[in-house]
């Protein structure tokens, strides 16, 4: 009767025993990648599109023409992007997707490993479970993208500030020479943490050494088309932005409607007004992010430690990107994981406030965002209103999660400045004491 009665207690800390076990961790986080192979290769809506046509086409071409993409013509991503491309190439043309497949999860696996702290930290198990959860919500797109390269990057970069201050700017910089929203990340760095000028420093050398490469390999200034390639681009479908435009399509409003661009690759929306705020939105796009840059120095200036201020900031700085763009790809969605892993790891190690409200709004957008693709996508260029209000829904909460960050960051401030007259101030953070 003791033991029974005494088993439901003993059932949560069996529990909590077994999730925070490094096998149970690893066997998640292989089943997670192993089901998102499964539906890439075999499930509806063809996600790997991008990778077993686009990406295979440009390795092609250097395969069979030596015509590299980034070095040879302009190109929409940084000259870094071919190389995981190329890498996916090593098993030969028919094991092209699962050879990408493979190389991401190790990358993941690399990125798990620091999240949870390479086995050493059981308080860590939690933002791994985590993690997890946000792969399998957010769907095949989460392995399927070049974006799938530059996340677990990013992931490792962050987290291995706290130790490592050099060698997170040099993984930094690299992910962003393979896609540019990891600047959003080197910003919040250069803002909220000290020792600035040497991690100035060393991402300017990672980036002149890459493009003094490309420059040998007779680039010319291609190497920097990246840049511009985008934003001549009108407005993709599914941007936050667009949706007002969506909805107008919907009614029937004259001359307003989604198509097919052959030359981005991507649906687009025409409407009233729509060639004018595709013009205007990269310049607002620049003065919304030095708008929260300019927070987050205000609130450093004020004394705000690094470990309060860096991941709310990230996090504002990364959504930010995602909200004021003219552009909408799912993809964009796996960024949000790298500030909401660096914001539960610093309050795991209890250096942080709670990050749980962007954590549970972000698995809401994740999950979102796969039924709007793969599953439903043609459903949704077609203005099923069902659809296009759960694509509405996920873009106010991508807005809720902006205010969120921006708001956190003021309070930082605040709070850094109330503390600074009430009590003696706190010496600086050491880097050792970043998240």
Known sequence: MTDAAGSPRRIPTVLRSVATSRAALWAGFVVAHLWLGMLNLYGPGFPLGDVTITYRLWIDQIVTGNFWMGIDSVWVYPILAIVPMLAAFALGPALYASTWLSMVMLLDAVAFAAITGWGRSRDRAAVGWWWIAFLVLLGPIAVARIDSVSVPLAIVGVLLLATR?????????????????????????????????????????????????????????????????????????????????????????????????????????????????????????????????????????????????????????????????????????????????????????????????????????AVMTQALYPYFYVELISLNPIMLTVLTVRNALLCVLLAWAVRSVVLVGRHAVSDGLTTPKAPAARRSDLP
């Not at 910003?187 to 490469?213: D, F, N, Q």
């Not at 201020?309 to 700085?317: D, M, S, T």
């Open 165 to 365: 201050p050099t060698a997170a700017a040099v993984v930094l910089t690299v992910a962003t020479w393979v896609k540019v929203w990891p600047a959003a990340l080197l910003a919040a760095i250069l803002i909220a943490c000290r020792g600035r000028s040497r991690l100035v420093l060393t991402a300017a050398s990672v980036s002149a050494a890459i493009v003094l490469v490309a420059l040998l390999f007779g680039s010319g200034s291609n190497v920097f088309s990246f840049v511009t390639q985008q934003t001549g681009r009108g407005m993709q479908a599914e941007a936050p932005v667009s949706t007002v435009w969506a909805w107008q399509a919907l009614f029937g409003v004259p001359n307003t409607y989604i198509y097919y661009d052959q030359d981005i690759l991507s649906f687009q929306i025409v409407g009233d007004g729509v060639a004018t705020a595709a013009a205007v939105m990269t310049p607002i796009l620049a003065v919304v992010a030095l708008a929260v840059a300019a927070t987050g120095v205000w609130a450093a200036r004020r004394g705000a430690t690094p470990t309060e201020l860096l991941a709310p900031l990230a996090l504002a700085l990364v959504t930010t990107l995602i909200v004021v763009n003219k552009v909408g790809s799912p993809q964009f969605i796996a960024w949000l994981a790298v500030p909401i892993v660096l914001g539960l790891a610093a309050n795991a190690a209890g250096h942080a406030p709670s990050f749980r409200f962007p954590a549970a709004i972000v698995l809401v957008v």
